[in-house]
């Protein structure tokens, strides 16, 4: 045994660091984190693909735990690149001294809890092992990159990438033929870089998207200054909103509004804000009305159409087939431009679908296409995959695959039945992707730390989510999702981008605010649903 600690983090990202950081220096524990990559960062460490950057803005995707480092660090942009969050997350782990309780390089392979010393043994790829009292996952919801089974991708002759699995010394497109597969978040972002540099790119689009202007713009001192002082107020009213950002949402029915009233307002979003405020700063229905939405999805197919000059492509491009905001909004930067470059082309893959991979390119059913490059940006098996392809074993040696066999069952996405001790941060079954990532990170972090705090004034051994709880949350989370616009689309909020992935509605789609307010109201009420005992025996 390597070592025996009081807690093992899995994950040096947003949620790892700030874990590591409330165990270890608020709370005095002696904590251990493991990160398959060889630096900080999570999400931010592994996607560098051209074009990466939030689509939240800034100065509320970070952390808020700290005024001295609220006020301290200044943002470039509205914005941020990849490498500008990065930094930022290597300015905290430097500044709060994480570094040292952080193992790189070292990915976790297996998990099994050991009933007799209520202990966690935890297995290294490596082979070393060590030992813990509290398990916590900090591995992200998007960090198991899902490359797509496609016929013959072995024998082709050229080099290709998955968006999240970037090299770190980049990627040259100077003269070539690319591929980008795939039209989520990632391809959105993508797609004008490499179209810059390319000879010619063709981008294979299964599904059409709705996507926003980010609008990004550099900060100015006065920007800075203004958001400065304005801190409490803008982490207040992330607090209290919906998707935990610090908009005011318009408090009426798109419907209320007359279409010239209407087109005023989105022609505001779009123009001039851009971005989520476009849904989540928008009329307060979008997500629960079809009427409503078609208002919103109509205003975006018009401004697709008055973008994109030649009519055939701007149709390919309208989506129609699920409502806005059904699907992860993409924010983006001259995406839809793009495709008035003579060296883009746009492929069906509807009309025509890839029928394998060939040694010198993507052969559909119509046509071949010659590539030197191919970018899959096609995603990741969301929210469970980085859970599950760990080997993680609770009670009775029970696998977590086997107990999500029929989907992921979680109280709060906090804990699982049957895994004592063993916590997932932004978990399925929590707001997590639906809302502000670091403000539900944070969250939960502190909702962590206050159960251990409490197990330890109370003397108690392990803790565990009670089965009932979490199959009536299970229902709740569905019931929540079934009074949205979110079922309507095959999204990967659902698992629908994984073959035999089972279709399971995996994040609560009921808001940051009452999530927040439940996970409270269950500790004023003794930590309902949740079981606890005084030795790990009991």
């Not at 165990?23 to 931010?44: I, K, N, P, S, Y």
């Not at 900060?219 to 107020?233: C, V, W």
């Not at 401004?303 to 983006?332: F, Q, W």
């Amino acid at each position: 045994m390597e070592g025996d600690y009081d807690a093992v983090v899995i994950g040096a990202g947003f949620a790892g660091l700030y874990m590591v950081h409330y165990l270890r220096d608020r709370m005095g524990l002696d904590v251990q984190a493991f990160e398959a990559g060889r630096g900080v960062g999570g999400t931010w460490y592994w996607n560098r693909y051209p074009g990466a950057r939030c689509d939240s803005e800034s100065y509320y995707y970070c952390y808020s735990f700290s005024p001295e480092l609220e006020q301290d660090w200044e943002w470039s942009s509205k914005y941020p690149e990849q490498p500008e969050i990065l930094s930022y997350l290597e300015h905290v782990a430097e500044r709060f001294d994480l570094y040292r309780s952080i193992r790189f390089d070292t990915r976790v392979t297996s998990a099994r809890y050991d009933e007799t010393a209520n202990r966690w043994l935890v297995t290294t790829e490596a082979g070393e092992q060590v030992a813990a009292r509290f398990l916590i996952s900090a591995v992200g919801c998007l960090s198991a990159a899902n490359v797509p089974d496609i016929a013959g991708l072995d024998s082709f002759g050229g080099d290709w990438y998955h968006t999240g699995a970037w090299p770190h010394d980049g990627v040259d497109f100077t003269g070539k033929r690319v591929g980008i597969i795939g039209t989520g978040s990632t391809g959105i972002q993508a797609t004008p870089v490499v179209a810059a540099q390319a000879e010619h790119l063709w981008v294979f689009q299964r599904t059409p998207n709705y996507s926003i202007p980010a609008r990004n713009f550099e900060m100015s001192p006065e920007d800075t200054r203004q958001i400065k002082a304005r801190y409490p107020e803008i982490r207040e009213l992330a607090r209290n909103s919906y998707g935990g950002f610090p908009y005011r949402p318009v408090d009426r029915s798109a419907l209320a509004d007359s279409p010239e009233e209407r087109e005023t307002h989105f022609e505001q979003l779009w123009n001039e804000e851009g971005g989520f405020k476009f849904i989540y700063g928008s009329y307060s229905d979008l997500l629960r009305s079809e009427e409503a939405n078609y208002t919103a999805a109509e205003f975006i197919r018009r401004k697709i159409r008055e973008i994109v000059r030649n009519p055939k492509v701007a149709e390919m491009l309208c989506p129609t087939d699920h409502p806005y905001g059904s699907k992860r909004p993409p924010v983006d930067t001259n995406y839809y431009d793009t495709f008035n470059r003579e060296n883009v082309t746009l492929v069906d893959l509807r009309a025509s679908p890839i029928e394998e991979i060939t040694p010198s390119g993507v052969r559909t059913r119509d046509a071949l296409y010659p590539l030197d490059i191919i970018v899959f940006a096609t995603g990741f098996d969301a929210m469970t995959g980085a859970l599950l392809r760990m080997d993680i074993r609770g009670r009775n040696g029970v696998a977590l695959a086997d107990t999500w066999a029929g989907g992921p069952v979680t109280y709060l996405g906090l804990q699982v039945p049957g895994f004592p001790n063993f916590f997932t941060v932004t978990g399925p079954g929590s707001p997590s992707v639906l809302a502000n990532m670091p403000l539900c990170i944070e969250q939960h972090v502190e909702w962590i730390g206050g159960c251990i705090s409490h197990m330890a004034e109370e003397g108690l051994a392990t803790v565990e989510a009670d089965e009932t709880h979490a199959e009536a949350w299970v229902d709740h989370v569905r019931d929540a999702a079934e009074a949205t616009l979110f079922i309507k689309a095959n999204s990967w909020y659902v698992g629908a981008n994984i073959p035999g992935k089972r279709r399971v509605f995996m994040p609560y789609p009921g808001g940051f605010k009452p999530y927040a307010d439940k996970c409270e109201e269950v500790v004023a009420n003794g930590y309902e649903g949740f079981v606890f005992s005084t030795a790990a025996a009991d």
